[in-house]
């Protein structure tokens, strides 16, 4: 069974991992790192930025994935990934326009992700029991 909307959210977060790595390039660079952060603020932020993608995305994607095999509706399935590609643009730059405190992108980047997370797992748990 093809998987093609997974595989469009997917395509889309490997995209904004590889432009949030590349930030953290840039930055080392610039700043003459090559490992770490040198206790940079800036890059401190960058690295984090990246790193939280990537500490949700498995998650969030297969359980994606795991909705679109078992036949979860479409629209759904739409629903939590877009919201789930706004929340992950969100959150890196509500933390690098916020200093690394407090920002509404940062705080709704979150809140979003947490509940795309909640609502693909209810939704999987819903499959299990159809």
């Known amino acids: 069974m093809p998987v093609k909307i ?3 959210y997917l395509s889309l977060t490997a995209i904004l991992a590889l432009v949030l790595a590349f930030r953290v390039v840039r930055l ?11 206790k940079d603020k800036d890059l401190t932020l960058c690295v984090r930025c990246h790193g939280n993608l990537l500490e949700y995305a498995p998650l969030v994607l297969l359980m ?7 036949g979860a509706d479409s629209t759904w399935l739409h629903l939590c990934g877009g919201l789930w ?8 730059w509500g933390l690098t326009q916020g200093g690394g405190g407090y920002h509404p992108g940062r705080f709704l980047g979150t809140l979003v992700t947490w509940l795309v997370i909640l609502a693909l ?5 819903g499959l299990l029991l159809v």
């Open 85 to 92: 590609v706004i929340a992950r643009v969100l959150h890196p």
């Open 28 to 38: 080392r660079r610039s700043r003459k790192i090559g490992v770490g952060t040198g």
């Open 6 to 8: 997974t595989a469009l």
């Open 121 to 125: 797992a209810g939704v999987n748990l």
């Open 64 to 70: 994606l994935g795991a909705a679109e095999l078992n």
